[in-house]
């Protein structure tokens, strides 16, 4: 079959690297009136319009998208799919809202044509907010990660997922046994990891519900499977943080709980890390291991301020996370404004060039994509999305007297949602437009 070329028109922003603190020029490429020329859904060339213009064979389709910024599409480094239908439920602390909502909503996972109805729903609205790959939590039910995994495959997501390890703690009808967890994820992995665009997560849920078995058991399956994604929660409430020192009285620290299994390296992502000290800091940081900043869920829940310069000072790696349904958006916006809002609290201006970084390749890296998803250099696959100056009356007012990228940047993540967002494009293909 002949190759499929597209062209695309508008303001590119992308990262090369970390643009820090004073927003290194080096680590970011902006180009005002830019294009990027696709090739079978990859990037072929990323550059100034009249050059990736002249590179096109005559006659490629051209999506223009003068005036507005095109980005890479957001990368959701911790999400849980099956709690869409618990968003926005009060609860009195993490541990309560586990067991008067999320618990029993989760119960509905083992029936898979319910997953797949809630699979459906959650991908689109990832789509409609331009969160083009996730980190993702199923059920304890295998069926719930197939019916997931065969959702994402339909639309030719990049997604990564994995089936929730749960032995103890948690009501009788949500739970597996060491050895079924083991066999169920190998399963699991067997059939969906390297499908696709697809990738599985090792996916304990966290110590609490875990026997020591389990976590033996998925330790063996961090070793047996070097390469996959571990995907878990660590010290997010006072109350969780002091039950675990009970529950595991050898370990130095909660995040010491999983180092002693084997569950800490590269690729490993963990939820929250708001109540570590240096130690666990430095020891995220020699791991490779990810801190996924969940700021809107640690806001709804009560949970805490992560300190997210500390974490990045530490050397420690940060992903965005929206935590629904801990968290209160699908919007990476949305979460990347309360990630402002809490890290200004605890005495850190984060630039919005730097926000945008965490949450696009940051996140591809944590999750061990970046050479194929995160940016626009040649060969990447072409997921991104489209960002709206004039998606609100008041973004278009306010966006007329932004002199800078940084302020044109920072004025979309503190006013913007869903709304800002006029096109997601997965593999180059627009699947989610604004009417
Ligand atoms: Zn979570």
């Given at each position: 079959m002949a190759a499929q070329f597209q062209l695309i028109r508008g303001d590119i922003l992308h990262f090369l690297?970390?643009?820090g603190e004073d927003t290194a020029a080096t680590a970011y490429e902006y180009i005002a009136d830019g294009g990027l020329l696709l090739q079978d859904g990859h990037v072929k060339l990323c550059g100034a319009w009249r050059d990736v213009a002249a590179a096109a064979p005559e006659g490629t389709h051209c999506e223009d998208y003068c005036g507005k910024l095109i980005v890479p599409g957001f990368v959701d480094t911790h999400i849980h799919y099956p709690q869409t239908d618990v968003i926005a439920s009060p609860g009195r602390g993490l541990l309560d809202w586990l067991d008067r909502y999320t618990f029993p909503a989760e119960r509905?996972?083992?029936d898979a044509d319910w997953a797949t109805e809630v699979a459906e729903f959650f991908c689109e609205e990832l789509l409609r907010n331009g969160t083009t790959t996730a980190l993702v939590f199923g059920t304890v039910h295998a069926q719930s990660v197939d019916a997931f995994f065969s959702v994402a495959s339909k639309r030719g997501l990049r997604m990564v997922a994995g089936k929730v390890m749960m032995d103890r703690h948690c009501p009788d009808y949500l739970r597996d046994t060491p050895q079924s967890s083991y066999d169920d994820s190998k399963r699991l992995i067997e059939r969906w990891?390297?499908?696709?665009?697809l990738g599985y997560a090792i996916t304990p849920r966290f110590a609490i519900t875990s026997s020591e078995a389990q976590l033996e058991a998925a330790g063996t399956l961090a070793r047996e499977y070097p390469s996959l994604s571990v995907h878990s929660h660590v010290a997010e409430n006072p109350d969780e943080v002091n039950w675990v020192q009970e529950l595991f009285?050898?370990?130095?620290?909660y995040l010491d709980v999983y180092d002693h299994y084997g569950?800490?390296?590269?690729?490993?992502v963990y939820a929250?890390?708001?109540?570590?000290d240096g130690g666990d800091r430095q020891r995220m940081a020699d791991s490779g291991a990810t801190a996924a900043f969940s700021p809107t869920s640690n806001l709804f829940l009560g949970s805490g301020l992560f300190n997210l310069r500390e974490a990045l000072d530490a050397g420690v790696h940060v992903g965005i996370a929206s935590?629904?349904?801990?968290?209160?958006?699908?919007?990476m916006l949305r979460t990347l404004a309360a990630a402002y809002q809490v890290s200004h609290l605890n005495a850190y201006v984060l630039p919005a060039l730097r926000a945008f970084y965490l949450s696009t390749l940051s996140g591809a890296v944590a999750l061990g994509l970046d050479e194929k998803i995160?940016?626009?250099?040649?060969?990447?696959?072409?997921?991104f999305i489209v960002l709206d100056p004039q998606a609100t009356p008041l973004i278009a007012r306010r966006m007329a007297s932004a002199a800078s990228l940084e302020e044109r940047l920072f004025l979309w993540l503190t006013?913007?949602?869903?709304?800002?967002?006029?096109a997601t494009h997965v593999m180059g293909k627009a699947q989610w437009r604004r009417p």
């Open positions: 690297a970390d643009p509905h996972f083992s990891h390297g499908t696709d665009r009285p050898w370990s130095r620290s569950l800490l390296r590269p690729h490993a929250h890390c708001i109540y570590l935590d629904v349904g801990g968290g209160t958006s699908f919007s995160g940016n626009f250099l040649p060969g990447k696959e072409a997921d006013l913007g949602d869903d709304r800002a967002v006029a």
